[in-house]
């Protein structure tokens, strides 16, 4: 038969499904990050273990997949401990800016694994975290269309919110 006849989702009846790609940006953890990380593992072994007694080898196959992925996400965590003192941005801190037009907005950088801007949390890897470590409070950076200040950072004690 034709591969080009076979469902996608019939592919991991062939073989092992391609493996998530990995960042290549250092894997920056605070204590948050890597209890998620440890939870993922525990619940895509769990997902594993019912694929297989199910006897369903699509599921089995993606459970294998992302079992593989947070096990190395693990394997290459560099846990980075609260700063202890908040005179610049670095990594785990929450970061309070002001816009132009007076709003206000929070940031707390994170991990690439742990990030959601919907929720303020900043992977430390994007340009617009980048552009805040090293910085001050009262310096000013580029947030969209015109600059932000930075009124605040604020260490975040046990890397959680």
């Known amino acids: 038969m034709s591969r080009a006849f076979?469902?996608?989702n019939d592919a991991a009846e062939f073989g092992d499904l391609p493996d998530r790609p990995i960042s290549p940006h250092p894997n920056l953890v605070t204590r948050r990050g890597l209890?998620?990380?440890?939870?993922?593992?525990?619940r895509q072994r769990s997902a594993l273990a019912d694929a297989r007694a199910a006897d369903d080898?699509?599921?089995?196959?993606?459970?294998?997949?992302d079992l593989r992925y947070w096990t190395a996400r693990r394997a290459s965590a560099e846990l980075v401990p609260p700063a202890a003192s908040a005179d610049v941005v670095r990594f785990g801190m929450r970061v309070t800016l002001e816009r132009h037009d007076g709003r206000v907005?929070?940031?707390?950088?994170?991990?690439q694994d742990e990030a959601d801007p919907t929720k303020e949390l900043l992977s430390y890897a994007s340009p617009f975290a980048r552009a805040l470590l090293g910085r001050r409070v009262g310096d000013t950076v580029e947030a969209g269309p015109a600059d932000a200040e930075i009124v605040a950072i604020d260490t975040v004690p046990d890397g959680t919110d």
Do not use: W
Not at 35 to 42: D, T, Y
Not at 57 to 65: C, E, G, I, P
């Open 57 to 65: 080898r699509s599921a089995t196959a993606a459970a294998s997949r």
């Open 6 to 8: 076979v469902k996608e």
């Open 105 to 111: 907005q929070s940031f707390h950088i994170v991990g």
């Open 35 to 42: 209890a998620l990380i440890e939870a993922e593992i525990a």
